[in-house]
């Protein structure tokens, strides 16, 4: 699976991602609504590689990012069989407040099932499920990973006049055989590759992950996401924001966060145990209006020992509660 994102400071910015020269379907895309504004965009993306194979972040026009990230992980080493997919909005309007996803980028078992624009789960265990949306023309609403009807993790996209705006989310979860799984949001736009939904299950269950959400506001400078839906190994501290790594090995971290009216900056922090401090990644969000929103997404992967923690800190602005998460889990 890859993930990259990019911020941008009063321009435009089009990213999109390449396997061997040519376009898989998805994109990530900023669109500040004034020169003094930031704003950022993430995408996701499963794919099916050969030897060789090469994939990159390419650039449409002639404007760079201020900042990005670009990264890419093995999913199932030891099951090729896995449940695997990437689905892309391909409409330019729809009248349900369930995402009509329908273009397959790539789809492993045939997974998602179009006549409902849905996944079932198989087989219970851990899933990482990704979502990513746009708003266009003065449009917004919620973005929302629902599971069996229920929304499991929500953000928020608002664009204004004729600017777009997007958000992304990636986070584990714990699923149970039948489990159903869709995007949910109202006037999310296709044919850019922004919005998209894409999962694939872990094959081992056991291994350290959790995820958790921020229930209220806070301008505190540790980010403390207070409400677990997910976290194997107790390993995640919903009373410090702390992740303490109990199982060396390689990890992914992911955080989405999301400010109203503010300009946001937001740094995932590694704590090696008893040595250096890492300030690992920040990203990036803005708004000037008291009553509209941005969200911004980061993902970094990082090789742990018993003993590191790993949590996220607020630079400048306020984390919007009900909107903001953080998730982790052991990549091998």
């Known amino acids: 699976m890859f993930a990259f994102g990019i911020d941008s400071h009063g321009y435009s910015v089009q990213t999109y991602l390449t396997r061997n020269g040519r376009a898989v379907g998805v994109a990530a895309i900023t669109d500040p609504k004034m020169s ?29 990012p201020n900042n990005g990230f ?23 309007s729809y009248s349900s407040s369930q995402i009509p996803f329908n273009s397959v980028t790539y789809d492993n078992r045939g997974s998602y ?8 789960a198989l087989e219970s265990g851990l899933y990482v499920i990704g979502l990513t ?10 973005l929302g990973i629902q599971i069996n009807g229920n929304t499991g993790l929500n953000t928020f996209a608002d664009s204004e006049g004729i600017h777009s705006d997007s958000s992304a989310s990636l986070a584990v979860f714990n699923l149970n055989s039948g489990d159903n799984v869709r995007g949910a949001g109202s006037h999310f736009v296709g044919y850019r590759g922004t919005t998209t939904f894409s999962a694939y299950k872990v094959s081992n269950r056991s291994m350290p992950a959790f995820t958790a959400l921020l229930s209220s506001d806070t301008s505190s400078t540790n980010i403390v996401f207070n409400d677990v839906i997910v976290n194997t190994h107790h390993d995640y501290d919903h009373l410090t924001g702390e992740f303490t790594c109990s199982v ?30 890492i300030d690992a990644l920040d990203i990036v969000g803005e708004e000037n209006k008291g009553d509209e929103y941005d969200s911004s997404t980061g993902v970094f992967i990082y090789s742990l020992n018993s003993g590191d923690t790993v949590r996220i800190v607020k630079i400048t602005g306020t984390v919007e509660g009900g909107y903001s998460s953080f998730s982790g889990w052991m990549l091998f």
């Open 113 to 120: 099932q179009s006549i409902n624009h849905s996944f079932t």
């Open 133 to 142: 949306g746009e708003q266009t023309r003065g449009q917004y609403g919620d």
């Open 70 to 92: 670009f990264a890419g992980w093995q999913i199932s080493p030891l099951d090729i069989d896995a449940v695997a997919f990437t689905v892309a909005l391909n409409t330019s």
């Open 248 to 277: 060396p090995g390689t990890y992914l971290f992911t955080w989405n966060a999301v400010t109203n009216g503010h300009s946001l900056r937001t740094r995932l922090v590694i704590q090696i145990k008893g040595g250096s401090h």
């Open 36 to 64: 003094s504004i930031d704003d950022s965009s993430t995408a996701f993306a499963v794919l099916r590689l050969n030897t060789n194979d090469e994939v990159v972040v390419q650039r449409d026009g002639s404007q760079d």
